[in-house]
């Protein structure tokens, strides 16, 4: 079982969805991370959480660390969204590697 | 501009010719990791160094050697490289600690033949 799960692998939406993306995780964790990677390959850093809920523009990202759970949400989706997002955790006790979902593939129809 | 440069972007090459791909960044960063990246597997932590002279492995270490000589730069080298190394290579790097973003480089795509 992989240490870090993540739902669904893929999902296409219309235009002004609102998404959810979710992401369990077993071990114990001292930062989970939501990663966006496009289309042409460039990762980019949206949010690093230890708790609680974080907002950037139509981003939000929750952590709910008793469940061992965190969801990416999106609201009004739009064709610029369509990327994969990748959550990952970085455990407790390790120095410095990250733990990897194996990605969400997000496509928004105009 | 603050920037994780990875060098080659792309590179075909053939199986056991020793190779390099260079990683530098900017930040003045204590931690840098290599990652690679293959389909139905996700990403894959190669080896890290948490700072000069500090590097240990990650998950996926067979086949790849990393040196941390100076702070900025950390290559990834495969003195043999085989097929089974064709893959996506990430470069990433941040401050010190598990909750500081890491900053990745625009990937370097290797094809062993």
């Known amino acids: 079982k992989n240490e870090v799960e993540q739902s669904p692998q893929n999902l296409t939406a219309q235009e002004g969805e609102f998404i959810t993306i979710n992401c369990s995780y077993s071990?114990?964790?001292?930062?989970l991370h939501w990663l966006q990677q496009h289309p042409g390959g460039g990762i980019v850093s949206l949010f690093m959480?230890?708790?609680g809920k974080k907002k950037h523009g139509r981003l939000i990202a929750t952590i709910n660390i008793q469940e061992k759970h965190s969801s990416l949400h999106i609201t009004a989706s739009h064709p610029r969204d369509s990327a994969v997002y990748i959550c990952?955790?970085?455990?407790?006790?390790?120095?410095?590697?990250?733990?990897f979902g194996k990605g969400t593939k997000l496509s928004v129809k105009p | 501009e603050a920037q994780v440069t990875q060098n080659p972007r792309y590179l075909i090459t053939v199986t056991g010719k020793k190779l390099t791909v260079t990683c530098s960044q900017n930040?003045?960063?204590?931690?840098m990791s290599w990652y690679r990246q293959d389909p139905g597997l996700g990403l894959r932590q190669i080896y890290y160094?948490?700072?000069?002279?500090?590097?240990d492995k990650g998950d996926v270490p067979e086949g790849y050697k990393v040196s941390r000589k100076e702070k900025r730069n950390f290559p990834l080298i495969l003195e043999s490289p085989s097929p089974n190394q064709t893959s996506l290579y990430f470069c990433?790097?941040?401050?010190?600690?598990?909750?500081?973003?890491?900053?990745f480089g625009d990937g370097t795509r290797l094809s062993i033949l």
């Open positions: 990433a790097s941040s401050l010190p600690g598990q909750n500081q973003p890491q900053h």
């Open positions: 071990v114990g964790i001292s930062a």
């Open positions: 959480l230890s708790s």
């Open positions: 990952a955790v970085g455990a407790k006790g390790s120095q410095g590697n990250l733990i």
């Open positions: 930040m003045n960063h204590e931690y």
């Open positions: 160094s948490m700072n000069v002279e500090v590097t």
